[in-house]
């Protein structure tokens, strides 16, 4: 692990209400991320921690009061990780997320999981114990070496086998192919490959804005140079031609399937087994506004 930086710091609540489109409250048991992905849209948050060292390089571990009135989230989703891998691999010696779940246990909290790591199945027998849980892995390739260049979080393969030990245990397990990268992610092989125990499946396209986008659009010139007109069209041009061409293609491959297709919404519920329902979260709005 690179993360060389990690204190311990007090904060008053660990529930935060949310502004993310999925509502309820977010849950972050840590400041910073040591997956430290290189499209890591909450490096933002160095901005209001006061953090200056390089995103991944720092880790907060918060200690917080007990949550006085646990019943308060009957029926509110709380996402587990909009900003930071409640499961990054510290988990295992702080312990945070296991205790925000030992806080929660009795209430008819929503919960959804957001992580890259196969910690969680540590958790197993608390998250059995919520009438609602959602987990949801990040796989955006099968491609180990890309991967590895991405993050440093645990490998494809663990991430996988995590994925259908806890669709196995009777939990709702999303598979979220995020983000996209054009002419780079093989939408179709992920599905292929996790059909069998995701309930859901999430497309979220590559977004490159901010401190990211130079790192990003170097590593494909140097790594992908027969891509790099491609990104310029996309990220330089605001092209969106391609995002509606894997739209339209990846919506007739689950028409083929028998796969449900949804555009820009949040089912509830398990999938029959093996027919996952895919879930277009592209620049919905963009892509429809120009039709
Ligand atoms: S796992 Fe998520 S929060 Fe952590 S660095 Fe990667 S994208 Fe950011």
Known sequence: MDTEIIQEIDVQSVMTKSSLPVGGYSVNPYVGCPHACKYCYASFMKRFTGHTEPWGTFLDVKHWKPIANPHKYDGERIVIGSVTDGYNPYEAEFRNT?????????????????????????DLDLLKQFPKVTVSWSV???????????????????????????????????????????????????????????????????????QFKGGI?????????????LYEEIYNHKKLDYWKALEKEISSYAAQQGFPYRVNDLPYGRSEKGKPVLVNYFYHEKIRLNR
């Not at 205790?99 to 992580?115: S, V």
């Not at 659009?217 to 007109?229: D, S, T, V």
Request: include cysteine; aromatic fraction near 8%.
């Open 98 to 122: 296991r205790r925000l779940l030992e806080e929660l246990r009795g209430t008819q909290a929503e919960l959804m999981i957001c992580t890259k790591s196969d910690l969680v199945l540590r």
């Open 140 to 210: 955006n390739t099968l491609d180990e070496e890309f991967r590895a260049d991405m993050d440093r979080a645990v490998n494809i393969e663990r991430r996988l086998k995590a994925m259908r030990q806890v669709y196995e245990a009777g939990i709702r397990t999303v598979c979220f192919v995020s983000p996209i990268f054009p002419g780079i992610t093989d939408v179709k092989a992920i599905i292929e490959e996790v059909k069998g125990y995701a309930d859901l499946i999430w497309l979220e396209n590559l977004n490159l804005r901010g």
């Open 217 to 229: 659009m170097a590593y494909i010139h140097e790594k992908h140079p027969a891509l790099f007109p």
